[in-house]
Nanobody, 120 residues
Framework: QVQLVESGGGLVQAGGSLRLSCAAS????????MKWYRQAPGKQRELVAS???????NYADFVKGRFTISRDNAKNTVYLQMNSLEPEDTAVYYC??????????????WGQGTQVTVSS
């Protein structure tokens, strides 16, 4: 069984920063790609950023220059450094990973989500 656990969400004023973490655990051979999504109330879940096991990254246009995704492969952990936060960034942030578990085919897993609230 593979589990993803997020942490680091909270309440911050506009212009502030937060750092999210997502740690994967379980019977993992490797993690192909790790992603951060977010879902604001009444809106669809949207991709924020992704990073593959080679370190290549991609960002949604609305976070370019403000957010940075990184990962520690030894710890099976992905981070999202969020700077210059805006009230529009308020959402539940979810971690997603494409994982190769021991003895199983590659599968996608989701974390439980962490709330980020940016006040104006």
């Amino acid at each position: 069984q593979v589990q993803l656990v997020e942490s680091g969400g909270g309440l911050v004023q506009a212009g502030g920063s937060l750092r999210l973490s997502c740690a994967a655990s379980g019977n993992i051979i490797s993690i192909i790609v790790m992603k951060w999504y977010r879902q604001a109330p009444g809106k669809q879940r949207e991709l924020v950023a992704s990073i593959n096991n080679g370190g290549s990254t991609n960002y949604a246009d609305f976070v370019k220059g403000r957010f940075t995704i990184s990962r520690d492969n030894a710890k099976n952990t992905v981070y999202l450094q969020m700077n210059s936060l805006e009230p529009e960034d308020t959402a539940v942030y979810y971690c997603n990973a494409l994982v190769i578990p021991i003895g199983r085919i590659p599968s996608g897993y989701w974390g439980q989500g962490t709330q980020v609230t940016v006040s104006s």
